[in-house]
């Protein structure tokens, strides 16, 4: 509401909130007809006055009727992936074109690399391998997107993430490493020079063409993306692995130890107390801290080792369980 017309409401107030339309007559048109629009004056045609209605009643009718199109607009966002199901199964199944005569696109707009970046972020279905030397983007540019890769992480989804050494003494970084490895992501530290990359589904490499990054080569040649997921598999395996959030380590432990006994993943989030969502991700974590691809292999690894604190953890009573976590 603009001033003028707080203080014409004001004004009908503090004249019993009842007045002769025509005593009004000076007033500013438009404001009358402003309040009248909202609801906050009512016209009554028989008397030809003005009555001021309750502030309260139309917040309570504009809120019930925003609540009305919000969970009408929330369902009909529900419904546009199976709206547009059968089309997505059709881009799906068209084999990807570099859109060049070549297998190597050199693109110089920053805009259209973020908005190629944005689209194989969107169409990666298996694996991504990203190599960040400068660590990651603030943290108001990562959130976007957060969501699809929370959801990417746990549906199975392999993402593994190279930062310098350095990464662990900034903050933003820290705690976005943290936050992917709470999900079930990977993420390494290398304490060497390494080139900035993404490799998406090891079909498609995004790379910069200049030392300022500021223009990208997209590479699509089976054999150079190939060499570049070698090379990328190399640092990883020199990288190393980090704690991060490592004020979790108590709840490690008792995931690890109840891992040891045998313990399925609901079972553990259930004893514990925790969504099995919070579990998968400590589980994630201790499998990168002991380089654990399965369960089994996890619960094999830690059956011996010392926890800080702990005395060794003993044998697991039974094979360890592995469903939903390969």
Known sequence: MSEPERAFYAEVLAQGGRVLFRDVAGADTGTVLRLLELGLLIHHTGDATLTAVNPRTIAEQRGAELRTVGTRALRQADEVPDLLAELTRAYDAVPR???????????????????????????????????????????????????????????????????????????????????????????????????????????????????????????????????????????????????????GDGVHEQVGRLLTEGLTQRKIASRLGLSERTVAGHIARLRERYDAETLFQLGWQMRGAEVPGDRALPPPAQPVATPGAQ
């Open 97 to 247: 074109r570099i859109e060049s005569t070549s297998t190597v696109l050199h693109i110089e707009d920053m805009e259209e690399i973020r908005s190629r970046i944005v689209q194989l972020d969107v169409d990666r279905r298996d694996e991504l391998l990203a190599a960040h030397p400068g660590g990651a983007r603030p943290m108001d540019h990562v959130r976007v997107g957060m969501d699809r890769t929370r959801r990417f992480v746990e549906d199975g989804g392999v993402l593994h993430i190279l930062y310098q050494d350095g990464a662990r003494a900034d903050g933003p970084t820290a705690e976005y490493a943290a936050m992917l490895s709470e999900w079930g992501a990977r993420v390494r530290v290398l304490d060497e020079p390494f080139t900035r990359m993404l490799i998406y589904d090891r079909t498609t490499a995004v790379l910069p063409a200049a030392a300022d990054n500021a223009t990208a080569a997209i590479v699509e040649d089976p054999a150079v993306v190939a060499f570049l997921v070698s090379g990328f598999e190399r640092d990883w395996e020199r990288a190393e692995r980090v704690h991060w959030g490592a004020d």
